[in-house]
């Protein structure tokens, strides 16, 4: 899993940085085959935007994107968000198990 995180008209300081690379690896406990993550941190007029797009084998990526007047809040939110997601995606994939047709028994009528 690559993680790649890149601002626009705004710096990121160390500490954020590795804020965000300590929510991305707590994503791994969903067991998802995540491939790419991408998180960008953009200034807007009023505040700022940060957007997780989270690319997921075998499944639709997942968005997330958060406007707020903070930055640490607007990134709170969305790692909150993607936390949330994510786990859905989770429990979608462990308990909509399929079976496969060799362990369909064939009844003789």
Known sequence: MSLQI??????LTDGTKAHIEGAVEAFRKYSLEMTNIDCVVAAEKKGVMVEFNIKIAHAQPVVITQHDDDLDTAIDLA???ATKALR????????HRNDSLKEIDVVDA
């Open 6 to 11: 890149r601002a626009k008209g705004i710096t």
């Open 79 to 81: 790692i909150d968000r």
């Open 88 to 95: 859905r995606l989770h429990d979608k994939v462990v308990s």
